[in-house]
């Protein structure tokens, strides 16, 4: 996927992102990463309303171009459950779902954007549990966290999977 993204970058920007492995972070596992540093390609991620920083401490929403725009909508949704979304499929009924940490004096922003999810999902006939805000952290920069999440209801995991397609990227 990175390697399709670079395409796409140099068939547009007419620039060559670099990629890496990161095995820093707060997690044990290696991830590969693939950045582009320009700032041209920075205003215009601004300018479509892409968040600047680090999400957790920065308050943001779903864009209306994307809102107003099913197809676009979906594919939010689609990349949104694959880089916070997951699934606990050691169960009867696997679980799906998707989660955000946002600083506390930041969490009414945070549930607004996540309810903004919930009703792209609703309005896609796929509903959801409630929001809970859950593990209360603190950041290096002593900032505290909290993470918000819900889960699709198990019995709309298969709508889920066949309207989202959480499993295909670049749908």
Not at 67 to 74: A, E, H, V
Not at 110 to 136: C, S, V
């Amino acid at each position: 996927m990175l390697k399709e993204l670079d395409k796409i970058v140099q068939r547009k920007f007419k620039i060559k992102g670099r990629f890496y492995l990161n095995d820093g972070g707060a997690g044990k596992t290696k991830t590969h990463k693939y950045r582009v540093f320009n700032a041209k390609i920075c205003r215009d991620l601004l300018e479509l309303g892409v968040p600047k920083g680090s999400k957790t401490i920065t308050e943001y929403l779903i864009p209306k171009w994307i809102l107003n725009n099913k197809r676009f909508s979906k594919e939010f949704i689609r990349i949104a459950y694959f880089c916070e979304g997951s699934m606990k499929e050691k169960r009867k009924n696997p679980r799906i779902r998707i989660n955000m940490n946002k600083s506390e004096i930041l969490l009414k922003n945070g549930i607004r954007f996540m309810e903004q999810i919930r009703k792209i999902l609703k309005d896609n006939k796929i509903e959801t549990t409630e929001i809970g805000i859950y593990n209360a952290k603190t950041r290096r920069d002593n900032t505290v966290v909290r993470e918000l999440r819900f889960r699709i209801i198990t019995k709309y995991n298969n709508r889920f999977i066949k309207v989202i397609n959480p499993f295909l990227m670049w749908g």
